[in-house]
């Protein structure tokens, strides 16, 4: 038995809750970004 | 707002400040060994100590969230490490902070309570979105705190400790005046009434429930081992590469491991609520694609979505010890990225199942999976550190210890006789006869 019809989507929370989960992969590609830009290239006067 | 938004809000903001009180130790810990002139050995030994409440301290609060209310232990939770973190602050000799910081680190034992409180409110069909953005978004205090805490405070570690205790009596009083143990009484008094050494058994006697701590051993407990260990990793295993991009000097050295080994803390943290929300889509849509585990149960879909996660941690270790080898910083980097959003895959999985698979027992499940699985945060560093090459110990945990590890899960969740006979010892052996199953659930 799967809940197919029960459709979350519909509830205030969870279109709140689709935001944060967006916005926290952001933040995870963004931190991969910096990571990946200091291994390519190396900005030591900057970090250290 | 909802009141199940609200509780959720409580649970998040509790749980990101423990886990940020949790390793804030490590954040501070050159500061501490400078301070207190301490050796290698000592260092060491301060770092993982902030494990060793774990296992039986999240099995205690799970078993405690049961009996009494999540808003009330997560509130007496934060209250006592939020007390130890001001009086760490004042303290004189590094054995008196030793303790008091082990007590603080105790906090991390939280992520059980929450779990349950969530559980208590949000419904099946959307609890792997709603588990997810509570554990992730706590995770990520991790992160937040290796990242943030240096650069606030420098190394004036006792006002960090201070502040962070203070917020932490804070919280632990909003908690308190505005957690609900759950959406309703029945559902608190079921949790209530299951929260004996009975029940517990019958929770730590059932194959599915061992299946699925092994495989949060397989991606949190691999999560906090890699935390400890991906900063010595990169500075050691590719100290060439990082000094040839002009970072010399070993706080250079340090800072550019460090941030390359934020990136799996970060993704394995953030894209947790994906998984949890990939879990939920797996269980709408009814996908079931693997032949050989089972497609009976009502979470089944779950499990399925769990089974290609735990496959994939296994392929991005390994991949990671092959990016060591060929000595590309670049690409172990990107590697080390998809690794840690494999991770978050597990992470996300399991605690998408626990709550809807042990639906009268959560916090003594929630106990059991996330308590015990934490020792592999000890563990599995002392694997990679035993092996001559630096870069081998992924492949080699991946083979002896995870291949084994999912070959009992697909084991443990192949089995269509149900949760209650897939055990040692029977249901009834257990609980008695009396008890009637609860409805949507296989408990």
């Not at chain 2, 804030?24 to 030994?45: D, E, K, P, R």
């Not at chain 2, 969530?118 to 205090?141: C, K, L, M, P, R």
């Not at chain 2, 205790?165 to 957690?179: C, D, F, N």
């Amino acid at each position: 038995m799967t809940d197919v019809d029960a459709d979350p989507a519909r509830e205030p929370w969870y279109r709140w809750g689709r935001r944060v989960l967006y916005a926290e992969m952001l933040i995870a590609v963004l931190v991969t970004v910096f990571s990946l830009s200091l291994a390519f290239m190396g900005q030591a006067g900057y970090l250290a | 707002m909802q009141e199940k938004t609200e509780q959720l809000l409580i649970a998040t903001v509790g749980f990101f400040w423990a886990f940020l009180m949790w390793f804030s130790t490590a954040a501070f810990s050159t500061s501490i060994s400078s301070a207190f002139t301490l050796t290698t050995g000592g260092l060491a030994l301060l770092a993982s100590s902030a494990l060793w409440l774990a296992p039986p301290g999240r099995v205690a609060a799970g078993w405690a969230a049961d009996r009494f209310g999540a808003h009330n232990i997560f509130a007496f939770i934060l209250a006592y490490s939020g007390l130890m973190s001001v009086a760490s602050a004042f303290a004189v000799n590094y054995d008196v902070l030793f303790v008091e910081r082990l007590i603080v680190a105790s906090a991390g034992i939280s992520f059980v309570v929450g779990i349950q409180h969530v559980s208590q409110w949000f419904d099946s069909h959307e609890i792997g979105t709603a588990e997810g953005i509570y554990a992730g978004t706590g995770n990520a205090g991790a992160g937040v705190g290796a990242l943030v805490l240096p650069r606030l405070y420098g190394t004036n570690f006792d006002q960090a400790f201070l502040h962070l205790g203070l917020v932490a009596l804070l919280i632990a009083a909003v908690y308190k005046w505005r957690g609900k143990p759950a959406k309703d009484r029945a559902t608190a008094e079921t949790a209530r009434a299951n929260s004996n050494l009975k029940s517990t058994l019958y929770v730590w006697t059932r194959f599915a429930a061992i299946g699925l701590m092994l495989a949060y051993a397989m991606s949190f407990g691999l999560e906090i081992a890699m935390n400890s260990w991906l900063p010595t990793y990169y500075a050691s295993g590719f100290e060439d590469a990082i000094a040839g991009l002009g970072f010399t000097g070993v706080a250079a050295i340090q800072t550019a491991a460090g941030t390359f080994a934020a990136v799996q803390s970060f993704n394995a943290s953030l894209f947790r609520p994906f998984s949890g929300y990939m879990s939920d889509l797996w269980q709408r849509k009814g996908w079931t694609p693997y032949p050989f585990l089972s497609a009976e149960q009502g979470y089944a879909p779950r499990v399925h979505w769990l089974f290609t996660a735990l496959c994939l941690i296994i392929a991005s270790l390994c991949a990671l010890s092959a990016a060591g080898y060929l000595g590309v910083l670049p690409l172990s980097v990107v590697i080390l990225a998809g690794f840690g959003i494999c991770v978050s895959f597990g992470t996300g999985g399991v605690f998408a199942i626990v709550p809807v698979m042990f639906e009268e027992r959560p916090g003594v499940a929630a106990g059991f999976v996330g308590g015990i699985s934490t020792a592999g945060g000890i563990v599995y560093p002392l694997a990679f550190g035993w092996v001559p090459n630096i870069h081998s110990g992924y492949a080699l945990v991946a083979v002896a210890l995870f291949v084994p590890f999912t070959l009992f899960f697909v084991w443990a969740m192949r089995s269509d006789r149900g949760l209650s006979a897939h055990g040692i010892g029977s249901r009834e052996r257990w609980l008695g006869s009396g008890i009637e199953a609860a409805p949507g659930g296989d408990d």
